[in-house]
């Protein structure tokens, strides 16, 4: 399942990550910020009142926001590590 | 020879680094710039439980030594003691965020890995305390093989100890050279792995609570009630910037105003008493009474940033700023840019993508800055009656706000612009880490409101103070013959120069006081009002039987409506400020964009001028 269709505040865990979805930069920040396989994940909230803005996301211990395009190369899965 | 030893905080951006900073040295910190980069060094003196004194250097945060930005590069090159200007640390403080500790571990393993001197500062574990978090700082520092300190550095607290390990940590003999990172970088996913299992053991118990900013963020990041919480604090600031600075400025009007008399009282009448009292007084003053607006605004500023907010606004407005093609970052050096252009473009450094960051350097200058305030109260309280339309809603407020729309207004279509066409390209991405809440602490509020204000000051009593000696000699040589028709101003030097520009400002409404005006408001646009006062101080020196009248009431006879409102458009455009090119060459590494940028701003300004000036004409006004 993708981040982005994650029901908000139901807890999970990044399956994978497709990082040639994205620049080498970002794929760096993200990592800096805590993104890895295994990492616990969970979606926070949308911005925008047709929804359409970024998303907000704890990614371990820390909030962090990105765009659709990032959430969506983010692949996760619900229950236990 | 005495060798004062220099300590070095390195750490995540957000991990408390300045903090630290503030509390170790206090007052005595020293902010500048490091050579040929815009990126800030700030310096500060502590005293050493031993006796020593140290230097102290907080600088950029940086996620790992792989440096990208300008600002990591400078912390790279600290660290390996490459750094141009600066010696080599003595000692690293490497500050973590205790909350936040599997990922800031993995850079400090990093740190580590090359052999210098080190001691770790495990910061905010009072945020940790907060979130449910016991650690283990003993444990910790057997596995790093580093000494652990825990503080609080908004809270004073851990720094005693801080102190002593840093005294312990100094070795007595030059430390070897870090290794070099090139030859043995350590596997990042290797790193990454052990920073974490480390973070594992260091983790004592962890209960989870119930967190308060998960809390807040409900609120404030709702997809309804946060953009109106924006808003309606965005009209809070900017309601304040001017409420709440009336009764400085009058204090501040009142000084001038005391010093004026108090010099004519002691010098004789003469060149020297003209110049300080036309010139320097007048001039400086016209511009000083704007310091009150400016903390004003970046107090809020500064506050929003303190408590972590800042981030969320960028979070909420970046579907709005994608549009135009920008990034939410954006959003925060433009309103860092309402109060000025300078610092503003400067914090564009935290946009990673270029030409996200060009974008926004280049209509950073639409947002009004705090000095144009000077040349819009000027005019719109001399020209626009205080009237109330629309049952209750002030007139002159109402253009007031106009203006800064207008400015907005013309930053979005500039963008669109750009976007489409010299800057075309996909747009950039939007990655931030949202920090936690916090209780701003005052002392880091104030530390920082006064370093703006000497940077304002430091320009006031610089660029202005010379500029309107310049111009008030311009204005007053030479002198007419005696019988001659012609005013002292229009045979002055500055005169004939404004006689050369008149030719091009004529179709837009502008008159030859105008002229002469703008001439010298290039160096920075509140000198245009300095201007306008020295140059109707000297010819109401003129007029003998005149009864002093306000500048306001002097141009009132002088200019038409419709000329006041065209160089109020004027002034919502024109690049008239010499600092903010000569930013945006630093932070764009050449002239071909500030260049582009004065030259698209004045052309706007031209037409925007000009549009309002034969509107206002054809409307009969
Ligand atoms: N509660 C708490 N807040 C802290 C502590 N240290 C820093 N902060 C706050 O954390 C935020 C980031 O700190 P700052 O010094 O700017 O981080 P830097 O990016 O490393 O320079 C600021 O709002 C600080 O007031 C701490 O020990 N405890
Ligand atoms: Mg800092």
Same mark, same amino acid.
């Given at each position: 399942m993708r981040l982005t269709s994650l029901e908000p505040n139901h807890p999970a865990y990044v399956e994978s990550i497709d990082w040639n979805a994205m620049s080498e930069m970002d794929s760096r920040r993200l990592r800096e910020l805590?993104?890895?396989?295994g990492a616990s994940i969970e979606l926070l909230h949308r911005a925008g009142f047709t929804g359409r803005g970024a998303y907000a996301c704890r990614i371990g211990r820390m909030i962090v926001a990105m765009r659709a395009a990032h959430a969506g190369a983010i692949s996760v899965r619900t229950g236990a590590e | 020879m005495e060798h004062r030893p220099m300590i070095a905080l390195v750490g995540n951006?957000?991990?408390g680094k300045s903090a630290l900073f503030n509390a170790l040295t206090g007052a005595h910190q020293k902010v500048g710039n490091y050579p040929g980069v815009t990126v800030e060094r700030k310096l500060g003196r502590l005293a050493l439980p031993d006796g020593r004194a140290a230097d102290l250097i907080d600088l950029p945060g940086t996620y790992?030594?792989? =440096?990208?930005s300008p600002d990591e590069q400078v912390t790279r090159n600290v660290v390996f003691g490459h750094q141009e200007g600066e010696r080599r640390p003595d000692l690293i403080v490497i500050v973590v965020d205790a909350a936040n500790l599997d990922n800031h571990l993995r850079f400090t393993l990093e740190l580590i890995a090359l052999g210098s001197p080190c001691i770790v500062a495990l910061n905010m574990v009072d945020l940790a305390t907060r979130d449910g978090l016991e650690l283990d700082a003993d444990q910790l520092s057997q596995d790093l093989g580093a000494p652990v300190i825990p503080t609080v550095a908004v809270r004073r607290r851990g720094l005693d100890d801080l102190k002593a390990a840093m005294v312990q940590g100094i070795p007595q003999h030059a430390a070897p050279l870090p290794v070099h990172s090139e030859h043995a970088a350590p596997d990042a996913d290797e790193l990454r792995r052990k920073a974490r299992e480390i973070a594992r053991r260091a983790i004592v118990a962890e209960t989870p609570t119930r967190r308060i900013t998960s809390q807040i963020d409900r609120v404030v990041l709702n997809p309804v009630a946060g953009p109106l919480i924006l808003l309606a604090l965005l009209f809070v600031i900017f309601q304040a910037v001017f409420a709440w600075s009336e009764a400085p400025i009058a204090m501040i009007e009142e000084t001038f105003a005391a010093l004026q008399t108090g010099v004519e009282a002691v010098l004789p009448e003469g060149f020297l008493r003209d110049l300080i009292v036309q010139g320097v007084i007048n001039g400086v003053g016209s511009v000083v009474v704007f310091l009150p607006q400016i903390l004003i605004l970046f107090f809020f500023i500064l506050m929003l940033e303190a408590t972590g907010y800042m981030t969320r606004a960028a979070f909420l407005m970046d579907g709005l700023m994608a549009r135009v093609g920008l990034s939410g970052r954006a959003f925060i050096p433009l309103l860092s840019s309402f109060a000025c252009a300078i610092p503003g473009i400067m914090a564009t450094r935290t946009i990673s993508d270029p030409k996200d960051r060009l974008t926004t350097i280049l209509i950073a200058p639409l947002m009004t800055c705090s000095a144009r305030l000077p040349v819009y109260t000027l005019i719109i309280a001399a020209f626009i009656p205080s009237t109330s339309v629309w049952g209750g809603i002030g007139l002159q407020g109402l253009v007031l706000f106009a203006l800064y729309v207008a400015g907005i207004f013309g930053a979005v279509v500039v963008a669109m612009l750009l976007r489409i066409g010299v800057i075309k390209g996909p747009g950039g991405s939007f990655l931030m880490e949202l920090p936690k809440y916090q209780m701003p602490l005052l002392r880091d509020v104030i530390i920082g409101l006064w370093q703006r204000a000497w940077i304002f000051l430091r320009r006031a009593g610089t660029i202005i103070f010379v500029t309107t000696i310049i111009l008030w000699l311009l204005l007053s040589f030479p002198k007419p013959p005696a019988g001659s028709d012609q005013s002292l101003v229009e045979y002055s030097a500055a005169g004939r120069i404004a006689s050369v520009l008149e030719p091009v400002l004529r179709p837009i409404g502008f008159n030859h006081e105008i002229a002469l005006a703008l001439i010298p408001a290039? =160096?920075?646009?509140?000198v245009a009002v300095s201007a306008l006062a020295t140059a109707n101080a000297i010819e109401e020196s003129e007029d003998e039987d005149e009864t002093a009248r306000t500048l306001g009431e002097r141009l009132q006879g002088r200019w038409s409506l419709p000329t006041a409102l065209a160089f109020l458009a004027w002034f919502v455009f024109a690049p008239q400020c010499l600092s903010t090119i000569a930013v945006a060459r630093r932070e764009t590494n050449g002239w071909r964009w500030p260049l582009f940028m004065t030259a698209y701003l004045f052309a706007l300004a031209w037409l925007g001028a000009g549009a309002t000036y034969w509107t206002a004409v054809a409307f009969g006004l």
């Open positions: 805590g993104l890895h396989e | 951006p957000n991990a790992s030594l792989d =440096a990208k290039m =160096a920075a646009r509140e």
